[in-house]
């Protein structure tokens, strides 16, 4: 069955760097999104993303974020200046353009900024 | 944005006795009413879902009812097994997705 993968599947970093998350989205999908979840709370929506643009993104997702799909097959989140409540779980998911709602999540990145 | 609340935070039941996971929305023009399973260490898998023209929904033993009129939704899940114990998430859909805040459901051997 096909399925979501990130990578790495744990981030350290001192505060200040730049990070980058990897993602490897389902073949045929063409919705790709990122998620949030600080230790212990809920799921929180950042971006959505489709046909090589932003297509939402929510208050979370300010200009420390940026998503990008360098290739066909790679979906990536960059956090341009970690900060200490930047730790958390990073989950990539993708959907078809006809069943958004219908998402697919990967297993998450954990990311520490210490 | 949406506004979603999802009761109770914790749930412990019995091996073989049902769990009902309960959660209200805000948005009248959300239509579509996802439940994810998260067990520890992975993503959340979805396990069942249901559209806003639907009222109930039922795979084996999970279902899922929808009260349009009064914004709720919930998860019953029948003859529950220790593998059933999970963090479960029920989320809505806007244009953007709304998680819940999730249920620890133990189910005790």
């Known amino acids: 069955e096909p399925e979501v993968t990130q990578t790495p599947s744990h981030q350290v970093t001192q505060m200040g760097q730049e990070v980058i998350l990897r993602c490897v989205p389902i073949?045929?999908?063409?919705?790709f999104y990122w998620y949030r979840q600080i230790l212990g709370q809920k799921v929180e929506f950042l971006v959505s993303?489709?046909?090589?643009?932003?297509?939402?993104k929510s208050e979370i997702f300010d200009d420390q974020f940026s998503v990008e799909r360098p290739d066909g097959s790679n979906f990536t989140l960059k956090i341009r200046s970690t900060k200490l409540e930047d730790s958390a779980m990073y989950f990539c998911?993708?959907?078809?353009?006809?069943?958004?709602?219908?998402?697919?999540f990967g297993p998450g990145t954990r990311l520490t900024v210490l | 944005g949406e506004n979603v609340e999802q009761h109770p935070s914790t749930l412990s039941v019995q091996e073989g006795d049902s769990a009902v996971i309960k959660c209200t929305y805000s948005?009248?023009?959300?239509?579509?009413f996802p439940w994810y399973k998260q067990e520890l260490g992975k993503g959340p898998q979805l396990i069942i879902d249901?559209?806003?023209?639907?009222g109930e929904k039922k795979d084996q033993r999970i279902a899922v009812t929808l009260n349009k009129t009064a914004k709720h939704f919930s998860l019953h899940i029948t003859e529950t097994q220790p593998e059933d114990s999970a963090v479960y998430f029920c989320?809505?859909?806007?244009?953007?997705?709304?998680f819940g805040t999730g249920t620890s459901l133990t189910v005790i051997p």
């Open positions: 998911a993708s959907s078809t353009r006809w069943d958004r709602g219908t998402q697919y």
């Open positions: 073949s045929n999908h063409l919705y």
């Open positions: 993303f489709y046909n090589n643009e932003i297509s939402e």
């Open positions: 948005d009248s023009a959300s239509n579509y």
């Open positions: 249901i559209r806003s023209n639907v």
């Open positions: 989320a809505v859909t806007g244009n953007q997705f709304y």
